[in-house]
């Protein structure tokens, strides 16, 4: 059995390494050191060993030639490649959950998700609870995984939303950048609403369409995001991966 302090010091190396990844302090293509790392947090390497497998996992790492990890880049074909993944397995989930039928209590929990979701969007730029949005956004899509009833699905999306750029809330903007997402925030809304109307009728092919084009606001705030430079690109979690 594993002791407390072992689960304490992975997770330690875990979040300290995913930070780093995250904010470019360690650019794709570094190589990473079990021993160089022990020493910097002061501990075994067999925490940090787990540590690295795991991050192996979520897509940040790969395995470097002559063995150990390097940091992983991406490219902006890369970014939406996973994203158009994202929408091709959310689309998915929701036909089937539309052509198997859900629960009235779960259609009902949606509802109360997107609720809360609307409780986050003022009319104002200064009234947008974005740390709340998020979180409930992420609620949603979650939840959203889970109404087909299929374990493969839930699963295989939990894998492809492991990269931070693909995550459903990946490109929510700062509120330096609110008034040109707003619209962006509002049409997901809708969209929402929408997903769970259709998946409530039993309407698959629609519940499925509505799905995947929820998926590509992340795409259209991903390509603005770009054009505006690094400035704005080095502020989004995960972006800093990326690469022309």
């Known amino acids: 059995m594993r002791s407390g302090n072992g689960r304490t010091h992975a997770g330690r190396a875990l979040v300290a390494l995913r930070q780093k990844i995250l904010s470019g302090e360690l650019p794709g293509g570094t190589r990473l050191f079990e021993v160089t790392i022990a020493e910097a947090l002061d501990i075994s390497r067999t925490p940090v060993r787990e540590a690295l497998a795991r991050l192996a996992e979520e897509g940040l790492l790969e395995r470097a030639a002559g063995g150990g990890f390097a940091v992983r880049s991406f490219t902006p074909a890369d970014v939406v490649d996973a994203i158009e993944l994202r929408g091709v397995l959310e689309g998915t989930a929701a036909r089937l959950a539309a052509e198997r039928g859900v629960r009235a209590d779960r259609l009902e929990a949606m509802r109360g998700i997107v609720a809360r979701l609307d409780a986050c ?59 040109r997402f707003r619209r962006s925030l509002h049409v997901a809304q809708e969209q929402h609403r929408a997903i769970v109307a259709a998946i409530a009728a039993r309407e698959g092919t629609r519940a499925e369409a509505l799905a995947r084009e929820h998926a590509r606001i992340a795409r259209g705030n991903l390509e603005y995001m770009l054009s505006e430079g690094r400035g704005l690109i080095d502020r989004i979690p995960g972006l800093a991966l990326v690469v022309d």
């Open 121 to 179: 969007v003022g009319a104002g730029a200064e009234e947008v609870d974005l740390e709340a949005y998020a979180e409930r956004n992420a609620e949603f899509h979650s939840a959203l995984a889970g109404l087909a009833g299929s374990e493969i699905i839930r699963r295989e999306l939990d894998r492809a939303t492991r990269l931070p750029f693909a995550s459903p809330s990946a490109f929510l903007p700062d509120t330096s950048e609110m008034e």
